[in-house]
């Protein structure tokens, strides 16, 4: 049931998207006359690499320079890119991975191999089911450039602020998914769009019904300043 409704909406959205998606794509062309995709390696279900489409945001071989987490104010944004990145335009292209079956709709995001590498064996769980677009994670921390801003090494100040949260976040996805919960979360999306406060709102308040941890219920409504926190798996160890 939701291999077909990836399917069926991946299908739909990119032929309604189409117009949006063939201007960003000239502009981004025009920018520099470089390709106007960058094809990012992820890790998806069981461990297996696919290449993820995205529209680029950042100059051409941008990924070489070794940093994976990218902050609001990263020079390797281009003055187009900060314009697609806001509006979450880069997005979009990854229907095309939900149509090939490599991603769903809903789901963890996928990460790079680097960090998957050194995931704990509970944040292994994550991959046990197809990425998304979106989930939890991407409406709770969708200015995940904001949050990175200023910081000296964004992939250190990721690591300590938004990976303990966005991982628990994904696991609580995994143990509570459904197809209901899919639409709610694609409905939540929408919403971030023309209300971020309300979205988050909606995420408190499944989060709450599902009975999960306060501090990521506080977390997610995101009032306070992240903190550094240990991963899922590794609080627990320090408490046994």
């Known amino acids: 049931m939701k291999r077909a409704i990836d399917l069926f909406a991946s299908f739909f959205g990119l032929i309604f998207l189409s117009p949006i998606l063939l201007s960003v794509i000239f502009l981004i062309w025009k920018y520099d006359f470089h390709s106007p995709f960058y094809i990012a390696p992820r890790v998806g279900k069981d461990g297996k ?45 990854q229907l095309w991975n939900v149509f090939l079956g490599d991603m769903s709709l809903v789901g963890p995001r996928p990460n790079v191999k680097r960090e998957v590498d050194n995931y704990t064996s509970e944040e292994k769980r994550l991959l046990s089911v197809k990425p998304g677009i979106t989930d939890f994670s991407s409406i709770v921390f969708s200015d995940e450039g904001e949050i990175l801003r200023g910081q000296s090494d964004p992939d250190l100040a990721y690591e300590q602020l938004i990976r303990p949260w966005k991982s628990r976040l994904g696991l609580v996805y995994i143990d509570k998914q459904s197809i209901f919960l899919d639409i709610q979360l694609v409905i939540i999306t929408v919403i971030a769009i023309v209300s971020r406060r309300l979205a988050l709102q909606q995420v408190n308040h499944i989060l709450v019904k599902f009975n999960v941890d306060s501090r990521l219920c506080e977390v997610a409504k995101r009032r306070t300043p992240l903190y550094p926190f240990p991963l899922p798996g590794d609080l627990e160890k320090s408490v046994s």
């Open 49 to 93: 690499t696919f290449a993820m489409v995205k529209l680029r945001s950042m100059v051409v071989n941008a990924d070489k320079s070794g940093v994976d987490s990218t902050s609001a104010d990263d020079n390797r944004i281009t003055s187009v890119g900060h314009f697609i990145r806001r509006y979450k335009l880069d997005e979009f292209a």
